[in-house]
């Protein structure tokens, strides 16, 4: 009996779509990096992402961005989840998000 229902929620789930890029975003916050160093990758990230070319390849190639911010072995996490890239709207959100998202950890020692 579990095989049917499994089967009626596999045949009910929407279909992946599809893209041409999927683009984890690592961003170093370890205690290496200083307030301002990490200012520069955010920011830096930002620009790269809203530059004319870059976000039309983005565009074109329906892209999925993710960010992630890691220190170590035992401590990364997904600070923007998967997002996919439609139109220039969606590059510019995901750039301001970006741009405006905290910092995780900071004054721990390095691992």
């Known amino acids: 009996m579990k ?7 596999m045949l009910a789930a929407p279909a992946a779509s599809a893209c041409d890029i999927a683009l984890m975003l690592a961003v170093d ?3 290496s990096v200083d307030a301002d160093e990490f200012r520069i990758q955010m920011d830096g ?8 070319s870059i976000a039309a390849a983005l565009v074109a190639s329906k892209a999925e ?3 992630m911010q890691w220190t170590g072995t035992g401590r990364q996490s997904v ?8 139109d220039p709207d969606d ?12 910092r995780l950890w900071r004054d721990f020692p390095q691992q």
């Open 45 to 52: 990230l930002a620009a790269a992402l809203t530059d004319r």
């Open 65 to 67: 961005l993710a960010l």
């Open 91 to 102: 590059v510019y959100a995901f750039a301001f998000q970006i741009a405006t998202a905290p």
């Open 29 to 31: 916050v370890s205690g």
């Open 3 to 9: 095989g049917p229902i499994l089967a009626s929620f």
């Open 79 to 86: 600070v923007l989840s998967w997002t996919k890239i439609d």
